[in-house]
């Protein structure tokens, strides 16, 4: 065994139900630091909810305008590096309203999520990071370009010194929003085909009065359609996991360390495409070190060659469901405990970043 501690990072995504993504990481801490390693701490996010951990968390609240219209308090972060973190979720999100079988599909708006971001930028923001996951609506994201414009007097937010990145995990286009995540959000077959309609007179309105082109735009559909109304603001859609690991230095993190465990709630097919499990192993693979992935439950869909790199454990079925739901995060500590004892059998860690 080499002098130096063993450098483990870890990088998962939340486990949604149970655990928020820091939480995750301090489960695999309590399994791997009493083994004698050295854990490097980067909770992760792909453009969905829970993006405001993998940066720090929320340290402000506001009151915006929530999805049904109703005041609620959002909470999102301020840095001193005068970096602004937004989630959707906090002030337009399907939870707020309810769920989708309680949710107003047709009267549900963005206002809010553009309270916030005008907000950030009053408050002196120069980068303001938007979330699009768990929103409520499918208003085309007018009702936050108004509150962004009426919020800065007009002016937009590069007006301002303001950019505006939109994480975004989605490749639907604008008029598609009703038709992909309607659904989901309350919408019965007929309302999907109203809000289409609406969708798409809105994309020409956003055309004729500001310039520009979504009809083909990967990801302007996300969140109803905001983010191609923050793309309408001079905002711009990025990837959102490439988005995370650049602001976090995920890739630094890796350079420093032996392996790497990883995980979400659920790992399928999905997991692999522009999302963490999968953006971690990739970019793991780069460094040549070895990953874990733990995950609730691994489903069928989860391609055979892809777990076939990374070590992938499912709670589910090594513990038991009742555990995998209801203790998880001691499911995930003995889980990692387990694996790092047989990753250190299967390829001992003793030469610096574990390559021989």
């Not at 337009?92 to 999520?113: Q, V, Y």
């Amino acid at each position: 065994m080499a002098d130096r501690a063993r450098v483990l990072l870890v990088a998962p995504d939340k486990f949604r139900g149970s655990l928020t993504a820091p939480e995750v990481v301090e489960a695999v801490a309590a399994g791997a630091e009493p083994l004698g390693w050295h854990v490097i701490r980067r909770p992760m996010a792909d453009g969905g909810e829970g993006m405001l951990d993998a940066f720090g968390g929320a340290n402000r609240v506001s009151v915006v305008t929530g999805p049904a219209g109703r005041p609620v308090r959002a909470a999102w972060r301020f840095g001193a590096d005068r970096v602004a973190v937004v989630e959707c979720a906090t002030a337009s999100g399907l939870a707020i309203a309810g769920g989708g079988s309680h949710n107003d599909p047709m009267a549900a708006t963005s206002r809010g999520s553009g309270e916030l971001i005008a907000e950030a930028i009053q408050a002196g923001a120069k980068r303001v990071i938007v979330g699009l996951g768990g929103s409520a609506m499918t208003d085309g994201g007018l009702a936050a370009v108004e509150a962004v414009l009426e919020g800065l007097h007009g002016q937009k937010p590069f007006g301002r010194g303001a950019e505006i990145l939109v994480a975004c995990d989605v490749q639907t286009v604008f008029t598609d929003a009703a038709k992909v995540f309607g659904p989901q959000k309350g919408a019965s077959p007929e309302q999907v085909l109203e809000l289409t309609e609406r969708l798409e007179k809105l994309q020409k309105h956003y055309l004729d009065d500001y310039g520009v082109h979504l009809d083909t735009l990967p990801g302007g559909g996300a969140a109803g359609g905001l983010g191609g109304a923050l793309v309408v603001l001079g905002g711009k859609l990025v990837p959102g996991l490439k988005l995370v690991a650049e602001e976090v230095g995920l890739d630094a993190a890796l350079a420093q360390a032996d392996a790497v465990v990883t995980g979400e709630g659920a790992l399928d097919a999905e997991s692999f495409n522009g999302k963490v499990i999968g953006g971690v192993l990739d970019l793991a693979q780069v460094h040549g070190i070895p990953v874990i992935a733990i995950a609730g439950v691994i489903r069928d869909d989860a391609p055979a060659d892809r777990l076939a790199q990374l070590r992938a454990v499912s709670l589910s079925e090594t513990y038991g469901s009742e555990a995998s739901w209801h203790d998880t995060a001691n499911s995930i500590t003995r889980a990692v405990t387990e694996q790092l004892s047989a990753l250190d059998r299967a390829v001992p860690l003793d030469t610096p970043n574990g390559r021989r």
